[in-house]
């Protein structure tokens, strides 16, 4: 079964930049598209990045996405860090048209 | 503005059947494109895939809990529906339902419901 598999947290400080890392198991992770799903504590996840890298309308460009098949990898960056990015995301992708899959998900602290 | 709302009792004992429902309003379950799914998250934990389905009825499940789950469509009332049999104390979590094109994103998510599998 195809799975993706995220690091379980990562840190950062105000302004600075972090990278999530999104790791298929399997055959070619940019075969699909790559979604990131941000979802702060008590509430419902809500997508910051679709299709790789498409922002969707209201979301900063601070936000961005990008897949690497050398490393079979997704990543999403988060630039100029700000205390309301302190949430869990989760990458999202396909095994074929009709089976998805989520990541582990990845605790974000702004220190 | 879609809207989607679960509805469904929130505790079920063990080994009974969970049964949620999905009322999409402000738009057509029968929207051409688009599948209906099923998000779950246990308490403290990650997100875990149940499954989707097509308003024609055609269906698709995690492997992992396929033999357990079924999900139906209701295009008179606008509503999809899921039914996890012989549910155990792991089966605890917020379930979701969401809206997603094929080899999209889930665009469109229901509050949550959180259902408590307990005797």
């Known amino acids: 079964n195809f799975m993706l598999t995220q690091p379980h947290s990562v840190a950062g400080s105000p302004g600075r930049t972090v990278t999530i890392s999104c790791t298929g198991s399997?055959?070619?992770?940019?075969?699909?598209?790559v979604q990131w799903y941000q979802q702060r504590p008590g509430s419902v996840p809500t997508t910051v990045i679709f299709?790789?890298?498409?922002?969707p309308s209201g979301v900063p460009d601070r936000f961005s996405g990008s897949v690497d098949s050398s490393s079979n990898s997704a990543s999403l960056t988060i630039s100029g860090l700000r205390t309301e990015d302190e949430a869990d995301y989760y990458c999202?992708?396909?095994?074929?048209?009709?089976?998805?899959?989520f990541g582990g998900g990845t605790k974000l602290t702004v220190l | 503005q879609l809207q989607l709302q679960e509805s469904g009792p929130g505790l079920v004992k063990p080994p009974e059947t969970l049964s949620l429902t999905c009322t999409v309003s402000?738009?057509?379950?029968?929207?051409?494109?688009?599948?209906w799914g099923w998000v779950r998250q246990p308490p403290g934990k990650g997100l875990e895939r149940i499954g989707s389905?097509?308003?024609?009825?055609?269906?698709y499940y995690n492997p992992s809990l396929q033999s357990r789950v079924a999900m139906s469509v209701d295009t008179s009332s606008n509503q999809f529906s899921l039914k996890l049999s012989s549910v155990t104390a792991a089966d605890t979590a917020i379930y979701y339902c969401?809206?997603?094109?094929?080899?999209?994103?889930?665009?469109?998510w229901g509050q949550g419901i959180l259902v408590t599998v307990s005797s």
């Open positions: 399997s055959g070619n992770i940019a075969a699909n598209y």
């Open positions: 969401v809206r997603h094109i094929s080899l999209g994103h889930f665009d469109y």
């Open positions: 402000g738009g057509s379950i029968t929207s051409s494109g688009y599948y």
């Open positions: 389905i097509y308003y024609s009825g055609a269906a």
């Open positions: 999202q992708s396909y095994d074929d048209s009709t089976h998805w899959v």
């Open positions: 299709e790789n890298n498409q922002r």
